[in-house]
Structures are given as structure tokens and as C-alpha cells.
């Protein structure tokens, strides 16, 4: 924001536009070149750009030339005010108005002569004569005759001329001094700008990408101009104009010339009671988009506004930056555009033989040049993006998504039609081809190297936590970029508020976790660690995954509820198991968290998934509109999975678990009031998480370089942990934590298979503890054992599978074994079992 409105008060350009002049070439805008012009005025070659600026007709450039004639003539007559009328007219500006003298000198005004004879403008002096009839008037100029009949009787009135992009005078406004008398002149069918022509012609030119600020009155325009020549002088510098026009009022304001100067135009419109002023800003949403703003006071405008600071021109600038800075993005209407494609799609006439994909072809071409005016196009792996400037909305190049749909039925293309289709795979090639590559969030983002934490509240704005601060920013800040989402509920977080144990009173005391090796107080402090880390999911590749196991009416589903409500709103459910994996595989990938309810039921690919999902994988997936070309989506999502009988103890998903034990309520609670706590208290809850995050981001500062990860496997987890308690002074009793939850990630997945309980059995003989044997005598004394203690052994002579599955159990069965491995004679393995203390038997 610093840079546009630095831009918009400190860009400095020339006055041009007049033969043998410095002019801006149309074309590349920043070069500058002499205009040459013989009888034609706009026969120019640009050799730089290598273009010819357009040329106009014989009679168009005379009519030019005269204006320009006339111009100078009551220019000079103003600057040098050699009469009463004249020097009345100097007076007006210079005393009444408070314009700087040097900017009249550099602005293209005047003031009309007395006794002015038009025909000293005409070539061969022809006296216009407005008694004649139209059919005697044929040899003589029109426009010359128009104006000689408008400045009849009105010497010593103002002129204020407006030109076009090219500084070709268009129109003149006529104002008697200390009236509000005006009077109009407009010869062409587009009235111009005034003070374009009104710049320093260093550091740069004007060009399209050139903000420019946009007044509704002259004397608005001049007024801004003295205050940066009165305030350059005082600071002993060279004066410097900003880029500014006016255009005269909201009524007949040419926003047609407006745009083919600028596509950053800012307007500030007079602050009027009866709001007639932001009717200028509702007619140029018709032509472009545009920011704008007004002065606090009432029926005020800007000269009004500088004029209140008196000679204090640095508060009055000061306080024109303050004004720029509050200003507020107004997009361009979109029923213009629509109609121009409407008009596209409609047969022209009887004749016309446009066949379906050039129509297409012919309407994308006004979408397209709409949507890059109004928005940007980024991608990624996953896809395309239109992120629209005015709303700060990045909307998803997708057919089935509800904001793209929505976005082209403002272009009148309905997603029933087949021009639907052919837009959107156009969209989406450019996007590919021109967009901005970037990685696109959903929920959170932490910048590891600016100490910075970004969330996205779903209503295009993102608070941005650092550990001193909170701001709300818009979405696109510091090229940070948050996917709309219309399932996700906006809030806010409170300024001011006490709300100190909400997480704690209505999230983790209502979980009836089971007393098990983990006390209570610890299996609340690692799930609210775990419910952190959804924040800071950048610096998680490895995510853990939180796995609540209990019987039915243990409250597993309303925990991970209350969490995505928190989180997105009341909109969040949790997800069944699906079906097919690819399904999976989607929810995975377009989430940032994702709760598997009831995962009991045997799901041969499920085991897979939640170990790529949590080590950091990939999916692959078909990228769009292309036959076999694979695309690998890295994973961005957390889990939660609940279940009363788990189906996923393989040891290798184990390790990655997080596993809490609950137990059924003894008196049940609705859910509709446990819930309705979450809903009514969202917003107070996330600004305590707020506060919290805070904390953590100065832990991560505090301990950048300690990597400690607490013994825990998903290390990832255990340093963030680790570094949390460092800060907070209980890291040993972190250590302890991780021990525990270790222990059961053993015991999970240890009871799932038979060779756990067997092995208990068979060490506890005189025998065999501390006896050496081969994983291939193991498992025939095992199966030995199995039957004569009637349990199932799906390893019987399967001695290869036996050795491969004892090899990745050994980490989990060394918590309760003493365990000791050899290697024998012909590559043997041979293994020796001692059973621990029984107080670290499960």
C-alpha cells in the first residue's frame, strides 16, 4: 500500500503534448520523443517502439490545431494578464483560489481575451459568421463557427482545457470568476481529462500501469499541484507535480480517456451530504476498476481539505497520504461485460456464419480481457487460480466449484452451456500458461524464516501473527494466498477480551480420556500440542495422526467435531470411511484437515494411505485436461481417525500414531449443548488459540537451533513439542510423555497379531528365557505353542513371512524383551527373549 500511494503523491511528468515539444509515446509509454508536425499533427514515428502514432484526417488535425491555437492564446493572456478582465481572472486563481502561480504557468488554463476575433485563428482569416445558414456555412470550419458562438460575450471567464490520452485538446469548460457560472464546449463526442498534461518529466512518464488520481473539480487538481510546488519549495527541492486529473464533475465524466490513460485509477470524490459525490464512483464502474476515498468532512472537497492546513503543507500532505491510505477497492461492474458477450453470442444477421467454437472463442476473448484488468492468474500442482483484486478471492479454475460457477454466470455463461466448458479450459490453459506459480493454503501458513504466523479467517483477510502483534491483513499479503472456501465459517477475533481457559473448559476437560499409563493431565497436554501443530503444518512434513480409540458413547466423534468447529465453523462434520481410496485420496488432498470417523471395518488400502499421509507423501492424480500425464500433489492435510475396534495396527502406522484411549460417559451429555458451547464461544476460543500461538511462535524463536525431538519417532512433532516445553519449563516431563505414547504405539500394535502374546508365554518358560534360536525355530516352537494354547497362528510354515514380520516388530517388542541378535553360520539370525519388569508389561 506504501508503494501505490508513494507512487500515486511522488510520481513526477512534464507538460507535453504541443509540436516541438517532449511527448509520451502512446505505445511503450516510458520513452519520450520530439513531435514533429508539418500539417498533420500526429504524423509521428516513434523510433524506439517502432510504431507511427495514429493519423488523423486533414480536417480533424486543423480542427486540433486551432484548439491548440486557442490554447495558447488564452494561456498567455492569463500568465501575462495584460487588462482588467484578465488581471481579474489572475486575481480569482491566485488570491481567491490559492493556486500557485508557477502550476498555472504549467496547467493548461487561460482566460478568454476582450474583444477576441476568432477569424486571427483561421487559416486565411475567414470572419465565422453565425447568421448564416448551415447550407453558406459548408466552407467554413464547424468548429471554429461552435465556438465563436459559445465565448460570445464572455471575455475575462476562465478556461480550463481537457484533452485525451494523446494531449490533443477535446473540450473546454468556461467558468466566470467568482460565479458558479460555467459553460460547456465539447466539439467531440469524448470530453477528455483535465491536467493530464500537468508533469515533471523526471523521474518518469505516463503509461497505462501509472496510478493515477482522479479529482472532480479543476481546482481540486490544482490545488494537490500547488501543495507539491509549495511544499518541494519549502523543502528546498525541485518541484514536482503528481499524476492527477479532474473531469469537471460526476455528470459527462469520460472515463473512456480515463482508462486508455491508466488501468490503476484513483478517485477521490467530494464529500457531499447527498452522496451526489461516490456517484462518480458508481459511474466509472462501468468502464474500470478503481479504489477511492473522500475527505472526513461534509460537503468538502480536496482543495477544501489542503486549504484547512493553512501554510502547514506538510501535516496537509501528511494528511492526503492518510486519506489515499484509507481509500477502498471498487470493482468494475460486471453487467457491462455480460452484455457485450450476450451481444457476441447472438446471431449478427441472416448471413452470418460464425461457426460455435469461433463464438466461443470470440466471448473468451472478452472474459479474459476483463478478468486481467479486475484479477490475477496464479498456479500450482494441484491447478489454476483467478484471484480477484477487489475482493481478495482466489477462486479455483474447477468446474464443480461453487465460486468459479458463480464467477462466470456474471459473464451470462451458465454451466449447463458448452461455452462453459470450452471457458473454463481456456481459463485454465492461461492460468498454466501466464499465471504466477505460487502454493496456494487453506486454513493456516507459518513462514519459518520470517517468524510469522498467517490465518486465514475465510472471509478474505488473514490475521497475521507475529510474537509482538496481531493484524488483519488482506488476503494476497506479503504473496501469502488463501483458497476461498464457502463450507468454512468467518470470524474474528476480539480485540479485548478475558477468555483464559475456554480451550481447556470445553475442549479438553469434556474428552473422558482412560487412566492409563498416560495420566489424564498428560493426555491433555499432547492433544492440545497435537490441536498447535494444525497451525504449523509448514514445518510439519511428518504430521502425527490423532487416533481416539473407545467404545461406543466414549465421546471419539464429538471430540473431532468440536475441533473442526473451531477450526472452519459449524459447517464441519467428520468423514466416514470411504469406499474407494481414490475418494480418499481427493479428501486428502483438498482438505487441511480431515476427521475418519468410525474406521472398524477392514480396509485393505487404508493402512497405505494414513502412513503416506502422515510421513509427508504424495498422491498422484491425472492432471487436468491431459490424457496420462500423472502429477504428484504433495499431502498438506492432517488427520484424525476414531474407532472402537481398529483395523490399522500395522507397526509402520502405529509409530505415526497419537493414540488416546476414552471411555464411555457414565452420564451422557447432548450434543447438541456440548457443541453449541464450541458454536456460541468460537470466536473468544480462537483468540485464546491466538494467544497461544504467540507463545509458540516465541518458543520457535527462542530455540530455533534445538533439536531435541524428546525420543519420538515423528520427530517433526517431537521437536515442535520439545521446543514448546523447553519454553515453558516442563521438558523432562515431555521426555516422559513421549516415552509413554511409545509404549503404546507398541502395545497397539503388538495386539494385533499373535506372536506378541506368544512370545509372552514362551519367554516366561525356564527354557527358553535368555535360550538362542532362528527365526525359523522360533516360529515352529510358536506354532507349538499356539495350539496347545488353541490361539490363531497365521504364520504356521510360513517361515520367510514369520522372520520379516518378528524383523519389523522387534522395535515394539523391545519395550517389554530384553532382546539380543546374532548372526550365525550360513547368514542365520538368531535371536535370544528376556522379559522385562512387569510393571512395563501392558
Not at 35 to 64: A, M, Q, V
Not at 221 to 232: E, H, M, N
Request: net charge negative; with cysteine; hydrophobic share 35%.
Amino acid at each position: 500500500m506504501a508503494q501505490i500511494v508513494s507512487s500515486i503523491l511522488n510520481k513526477n511528468y512534464g507538460i507535453t503534448g504541443r509540436p516541438g515539444q517532449k511527448t509520451t509515446c502512446p505505445f511503450c509509454g516510458h520513452k519520450t520523443f520530439s513531435i514533429k508536425s508539418d500539417d498533420t499533427l500526429g504524423k509521428c514515428f516513434h523510433p524506439d517502439c517502432g510504431k507511427f502514432i495514429t493519423k488523423w484526417s486533414d480536417e480533424k488535425n486543423r480542427d486540433y490545431q486551432f484548439l491548440e491555437k486557442v490554447y495558447d492564446l488564452f494561456h498567455r493572456q492569463l500568465v501575462n494578464h495584460p487588462d482588467e478582465s484578465s488581471r481579474i481572472a489572475w486575481e480569482y486563481f491566485t488570491s481567491e483560489r490559492n493556486i500557485d502561480p508557477g502550476v498555472i504557468s504549467d496547467s493548461m488554463v487561460g482566460v478568454i481575451p476582450p474583444g477576441f476575433n476568432i477569424s486571427e485563428l483561421i487559416e486565411g482569416n475567414e470572419s465565422p459568421d453565425p447568421t448564416q445558414t448551415d447550407s453558406s456555412r459548408e466552407s467554413q470550419p464547424d468548429i471554429p463557427v461552435k465556438l465563436h458562438n459559445m465565448l460570445f460575450n464572455k471575455s475575462g471567464w476562465l478556461c480550463f482545457f481537457y484533452t485525451d490520452q494523446y494531449h490533443r485538446i477535446r473540450s473546454i469548460k468556461l467558468r466566470k470568476p467568482y460565479t458558479k457560472e460555467f459553460a460547456f464546449f465539447k466539439p467531440f463526442d469524448t470530453a477528455g481529462v483535465f491536467g493530464i498534461t500537468t508533469f515533471t518529466p523526471e523521474p518518469g512518464n505516463l503509461c497505462p500501469d501509472d496510478p493515477l488520481l482522479v479529482c472532480e473539480g479543476e481546482f481540486n487538481q490544482l490545488q494537490l499541484q500547488s501543495l507539491c510546488a509549495r511544499k518541494a519549495k519549502a523543502e528546498s527541492k525541485e518541484p514536482g507535480y503528481v499524476s492527477a486529473c479532474a473531469v469537471g464533475g460526476v455528470l459527462g465524466a469520460d472515463f473512456e480517456t480515463i482508462r486508455a490513460i491508466t488501468k490503476k485509477a484513483v478517485i477521490c470524490f467530494d464529500h457531499d451530504i447527498s452522496g451526489a459525490g461516490f456517484k462518480l464512483v458508481e459511474n466509472a464502474r462501468e468502464y474500470l476498476n478503481i479504489e477511492a476515498f473522500t475527505t472526513h468532512e461534509p460537503d468538502s472537497d480536496l482543495d477544501d481539505y489542503i486549504r484547512s492546513f493553512g501554510e502547514d503543507y506538510a501535516s496537509a500532505w501528511t494528511g492526503i497520504k492518510g486519506l489515499i491510505e484509507g481509500r477502498k477497492h471498487y470493482a468494475k461492474f460486471f453487467e457491462p461485460v455480460a452484455r457485450e458477450i450476450y451481444h457476441i453470442r447472438q446471431k449478427q444477421c441472416l448471413h452470418d456464419c460464425r461457426r460455435e467454437f469461433e463464438i466461443h472463442n470470440e466471448a473468451f476473448r472478452e472474459v479474459i480481457s476483463d478478468l486481467t484488468e479486475r484479477s490475477k492468474f496464479y498456479r500450482d500442482l494441484m491447478g489454476a487460480y483467478i484471484f480477484m483484486e477487489g475482493e481478495k478471492r482466489l477462486i479455483p479454475i474447477d468446474r464443480d466449484n461453487t465460486e468459479f460457477t458463480l464467477l462466470l454466470a456474471k459473464y451470462g455463461i451458465n454451466k449447463t452451456e458448452t461455452i462453459y466448458k470450452y471457458t473454463e479450459q481456456e481459463l485454465y490453459n492461461y492460468a498454466h500458461q501466464s499465471g504466477e506459480e505460487t502454493r496456494v493454503h487453506r486454513h493456516a501458513y507459518y513462514n519459518k524464516k520470517t517468524n510469522r504466523l498467517y490465518l486465514y479467517n475465510f472471509d478474505n483477510q488473514i490475521y497475521r501473527i507475529c510474537t509482538e502483534e496481531i493484524q488483519l491483513v488482506n488476503n494476497g499479503t506479503d504473496g501469502i494466498l488463501f483458497l476461498s472456501d464457502r463450507s468454512s465459517i468467518p470470524f474474528t477475533i476480539p480485540e479485548n477480551g478475558n477468555s483464559a481457559g475456554l480451550i481447556e473448559n470445553l475442549l479438553l476437560d469434556k474428552i473422558n480420556f482412560h487412566n492409563s499409563d498416560l495420566t489424564i493431565d498428560e493426555s491433555r497436554i499432547i492433544v492440545l500440542i497435537w490441536f498447535l501443530s494444525l497451525f504449523f503444518e509448514s514445518i510439519m512434513p511428518t504430521k502425527p495422526i490423532l487416533a481416539i480409540i473407545g467404545e461406543k458413547g466414549s465421546g471419539k466423534t464429538i471430540t473431532l467435531r468440536k475441533t473442526g468447529i473451531i477450526l472452519f465453523g459449524d459447517k464441519f462434520n467428520v468423514t466416514p470411511l470411504p469406499h474407494k481410496p481414490e475418494d480418499f485420496d481427493t479428501a486428502l488432498t483438498n482438505n487441511s484437515f480431515m476427521a475418519i470417523d468410525n474406521a472398524d471395518s477392514r480396509c485393505r488400502w487404508l493402512e497405505d494411505r494414513l502412513a503416506i499421509a502422515a510421513t509427508g507423501g504424495t498422491v498422484k492424480k491425472r492432471q487436468l485436461y491431459t490424457t496420462n500425464k500423472l502429477v504428484e500433489i504433495p499431502i498438506h492435510c492432517y488427520l484424525a481417525i476414531t474407532s472402537r475396534t481398529p483395523r490399522f495396527q500395522r507397526d509402520d502406522v502405529a509409530d505415526r500414531l497419537i493414540i488416546m484411549e476414552v471411555e464411555r460417559y457414565e452420564q451422557p451429555i447432548s450434543e447438541d449443548i456440548l457443541l453449541g458451547e464450541i458454536r456460541e464461544n468460537r470466536n473468544p476460543l480462537l483468540g485464546e488459540v491466538v494467544k497461544m500461538i504467540k507463545d509458540v511462535l516465541k518458543a520457535l524463536e527462542v530455540n530455533r537451533d534445538y533439536k531435541d525431538s524428546g525420543g519420538f519417532r515423528m520427530a517433526d512433532f517431537g521437536n515442535f513439542a520439545m521446543k514448546i516445553a523447553k519454553q515453558s519449563g516442563f521438558e523432562e516431563q515431555m521426555r516422559g510423555i513421549f516415552k509413554k505414547l511409545m509404549m503404546a504405539q507398541s502395545v497397539f500394535t503388538l495386539t494385533a497379531d499373535p506372536i506378541f502374546d506368544l512370545l509372552q508365554i514362551w519367554s516366561n518358560e525356564p527354557n527358553n528365557t535368555g535360550h538362542e534360536v532362528t527365526s525359523g525355530g522360533l516360529c515352529k516352537e510358536l506354532a507349538d505353542l499356539a495350539t496347545k494354547e488353541n490361539i490363531e497362528f497365521p504364520y504356521r510354515e510360513k517361515t520367510q513371512v514369520f522372520a520379516h514380520r518378528l524383523k519389523n516388530l522387534i522395535p515394539n517388542l523391545d519395550h517389554f524383551f530384553e532382546i539380543t541378535k546374532r548372526t550365525g553360520g550360513g547368514r542365520r539370525m538368531y535371536y535370544s527373549f528376556r522379559p522385562k519388569n512387569t510393571e512395563n508389561k501392558q
